[in-house]
């Protein structure tokens, strides 16, 4: 520990590693604190970052370290990385966290650095985390420091920075994304934990291989959650062995990683959308199980599959519209957990529909259309004539009452001239689109015929009843 002027009095540290490991042991920390890597060697996981050939490594090894976003999900080693990297360069370590600190001491921690730069030629790593709690305005305060060199910023977020982060930020730092621990090192974790001196060493503890994998699946990644689910385990343990029953007893409850508002929440539904739309019926039924699970509003996965019904099943199936609009109301009706039964139901209907997005691209074509000719004037004999004057203007002249025709279908247009013979929708093969596809066949055939046979028609006038 270096000792260093702060805003904290004069006794404050700023640590440029790890203190000591008597004063660690002894402080009461949490076992994931006392477990805490040291070393690149040490840290377990990221091997494609900090691995023998992994590219952090290298800029470690040389003390070239950039300004880098860590992103990555909770307990996959962000804060440990940036503690190692402080400890395996000449820098000095400044953490901050956004949710309880504010832009004031963001200031204060630049002028020390920048005080520490000129004084001693020691450069500043400044490590924010959940970067992503500060707004444009204070992200926004960086900027001239990092890119000044003033500090190296090592932001830390579990949120996409493309979404969280400030443009100008981001194209002055490295993102790195880190992955979720796999089983095996959320494993190994543990071991480490049960044999360290700094950890649970000296109980003289044993554990049940098939409640160390138990641990290892239930972290899902994360390696907080399984030390702090092993530390709490121990303390159930009896006679010093700890089995699967203490592991249960100490997860408690698996809380699924979710934010109803953050990227998690986007990949889940994304991924439901998707197998729905790859007409698989089980990874439907799965990413639906997974929201739930997680708390997500049933009403929101209920809209979502009005939506997939009228995009990617669309007039194949028709009744797939029907069948999420019941779920819906199934839903209010009985609440849940009952009526989370009705969505599934739905789910399964729409994976198993026949599909086509034929509707959903002729309506984006339209739209495109009408975006690039705001002011084409409707057609004159598709226009209402409800007075004496646009009549006598013309409004609805030549229109002909598709009823009064054979085959029910008249000679005629209704797209503006300049649209004349445009095609939006072009009906596909699938399902009962199939058989709409050979309606509008048929309709045109009748087109083409009563135009044949009657080129001079749209003279006369259609009864007032029969008017739009």
């Known amino acids: 520990m270096t000792r260093e002027p702060s805003l904290f009095g004069p006794e404050m540290e700023v640590s440029t590693g790890w203190g000591s490991e008597r004063r660690e042991s002894e402080s009461g920390a949490p076992l994931a604190t006392r477990m805490r890597p040291r070393t690149l060697d040490d840290f377990v996981g990221q091997d494609r970052l900090v691995g023998p050939e992994g590219s952090l490594r290298e800029l470690i090894d040389r003390d070239r370290v950039p300004s880098l976003i860590f992103w990555g999900p909770p307990g996959c080693g962000k804060t440990s990385l940036a503690h190692i990297i402080a400890h395996e360069t000449s820098s000095v370590f400044v953490p901050f966290s956004a949710v309880t600190e504010g832009i004031a001491r963001v200031r204060a921690l630049i002028g020390e650095a920048s005080e520490r730069r000129r004084a001693t030629g020691r450069g500043t790593i400044l490590f924010v985390d959940e970067i992503h709690r500060f707004n444009k305005a204070q992200q926004d305060a960086f900027l001239p420091h990092v890119e000044a060199g003033t500090v190296v910023l090592i932001g830390a977020t579990t949120e996409n920075p493309s979404f969280e982060v400030v443009g100008p930020l981001l194209s002055r730092t ?52 399984a030390l702090n689910a092993l530390e709490t385990a121990a303390d159930l343990a009896s006679q010093g062995r700890i089995g699967v029953s203490e592991i249960e007893r100490a997860l408690q409850h698996r809380f699924a990683r979710y934010d109803k508002g953050g990227e998690e929440h986007f990949n889940l539904i994304s991924a439901l959308h998707k197998a729905v739309r790859g007409s698989d019926p089980d990874g439907s039924l799965y990413w639906l199980a997974r929201m739930l699970e997680a708390g997500e509003d049933p009403l929101y996965i209920a809209r979502r599959l009005v939506r997939m019904a009228t995009e990617d099943i669309g007039l194949a199936d028709p009744e797939a519209l029907t069948v999420c609009m019941a779920a819906r ?117 009748l087109r083409e015929r009563g135009a044949a046979d009657d080129p001079g028609t749209g003279d006369a006038e259609p009864d007032v009843e029969h008017q739009v």
Do not use: W
Not at 190 to 196: E, G, H, K
């Open 329 to 445: 109301d199934a839903y209010h009706f009985l609440g849940s957990p009952e009526g989370e039964l009705a969505l599934a139901e739905a789910v399964v209907y729409l994976a198993a529909a026949p599909k086509s997005n034929r509707t959903y691209e002729a309506f984006s074509s339209a739209r495109r259309a009408a975006r690039e000719t705001p002011m084409e004037a409707v057609p004159m004999h598709v226009r209402n004539a409800p007075t004496r004057l646009m009549k006598d203007l013309g409004y609805g002249s030549g229109y002909r009452y598709d009823h009064d025709e054979p085959g029910g279908v008249a000679a005629q247009t209704f797209l503006p001239e300049r649209l004349a013979g445009s095609r939006f929708y072009h009906a596909g093969d699938q399902g009962r689109e199939a058989e709409i596809a050979a309606r509008l066949r048929r309709f045109e055939r």
């Open 174 to 225: 490295r993102v790195l994304v880190l992955e979720p621990l796999d089983e095996s090192d959320t494993a190994e974790v543990c071991r480490r934990a049960l044999r360290d001196e700094k950890g649970l060493g000296g109980r003289g503890l044993t554990m049940d291989e098939d409640a160390l994998e138990r641990l290892a699946v239930a972290a899902d990644g994360d390696a907080r959650r």
